[in-house]
């Protein structure tokens, strides 16, 4: 790489990581070609990315961002995965290195919070943001629902009677 394409590689990382809802930093030492391709597909899915970059551009591509707290993780072969919703990264990255030993999640960060290795998997246990939106538009959505109900059900027993009334008078 000559300066010119490290310094645009610094350049995009650093604004990639100040959008960033969530940034990951693992080990991936040991991971092959097919299974980091895998990582990086399931990474996209979800609407994350995937980074592998020197540990010295890493740290300068991190300087000047809210994340700037795990600078210290980049030490032997990391990769840097990170998404605008906070929780895809830590998803995916958690649910890959379920399946696979050889990434070791390091920590990240969430904005200025700083996340260790337990703070990430804690993070990749929350719902995403589309599953808590469609719960709170289905909580939303049931409290409605049954005004509804309650509101036509004294229609439906009035109906109920008439056509009781109109039965009764028929066989009469």
């Known amino acids: 790489m000559d ?11 650093n604004d990639a990581i100040k959008g960033a809802g969530s940034v990951v930093v693992a080990h991936y030492a040991g991971i092959t070609v097919a299974q980091m391709n895998d990582l990086r597909s399931k990474m996209r899915q979800a609407g994350g990315t995937v980074k592998v970059a020197k540990n010295r551009l890493a740290k300068i591509a991190l300087q000047g961002t809210e994340s700037e707290g795990i600078i210290d993780l980049f030490k032997g072969q990391t990769l840097v995965a990170y998404s605008e919703d906070p929780i895809a990264a830590p998803k995916v990255a958690s649910d890959f290195a379920k399946g696979n030993e050889k990434l070791i999640i390091l920590g990240g960060a969430m904005g200025k919070t700083s996340l260790d290795a337990d703070g990430v ?52």
């Open 3 to 13: 300066r010119a394409e490290k310094r645009e590689l610094v350049t995009g990382l």
């Open 121 to 172: 998997k804690a993070l990749a246990s929350l719902p995403s943001l589309d599953e808590l939106r469609a719960r709170l538009v289905g909580m939303i959505a049931t409290p409605a629902t049954r005004i509804a109900q309650i509101v036509n059900a004294p229609a439906a027993s009035v109906a109920r009677v008439i056509g009781a009334y109109a039965r009764k008078d028929e066989a009469a």
